[in-house]
Nanobody
Framework: QVQLAESGGGLVQPGGSLRLSCAASKNIVSFDYMAWYRQAPGEQREFVAV???????NYADSVKGRFTISGDNAKNAVYLQMNSLKPEDTAVYFCQASGARAYWGRGTQVTVSS
């Protein structure tokens, strides 16, 4: 059973930055890709960013140019650097690892507010 643990969320002012981490209990190169999703109150979970085992990345239009996804194979971790945060980025952020099946973490809360 694969376990994913997100951390790094918190309260930040608009324009600020946060770095989210996702620690995996298994070597991340064994997954086809790892991704970040988010879910705001009353909304459906939405895609944020993805990184493949080959290092390719892709982003939702709403975060392009502000968020950066990266991975550290040695630490079995994936990160999401979030800059120029906006109130509409407020959500619970979830890490996903996908291979033969998809695994999810429990999420970390990000609140952008003055």
């Amino acid at each position: 059973q694969v376990q994913l643990a997100e951390s790094g969320g918190g309260l930040v002012q608009p324009g600020g930055s946060l770095r989210l981490s996702c620690a995996a209990s298994k070597n991340i190169v064994s997954f086809d890709y790892m991704a970040w999703y988010r879910q705001a109150p009353g909304e459906q979970r939405e895609f944020v960013a993805v990184i493949t085992s080959g290092g390719s990345t892709n982003y939702a239009d709403s975060v392009k140019g502000r968020f950066t996804i990266s991975g550290d194979n040695a630490k079995n971790a994936v990160y999401l650097q979030m800059n120029s945060l906006k109130p509409e980025d407020t959500a619970v952020y979830f890490c996903q690892a996908s291979g033969a099946r998809a695994y999810w973490g429990r999420g970390t809360q990000v609140t952008v507010s003055s």
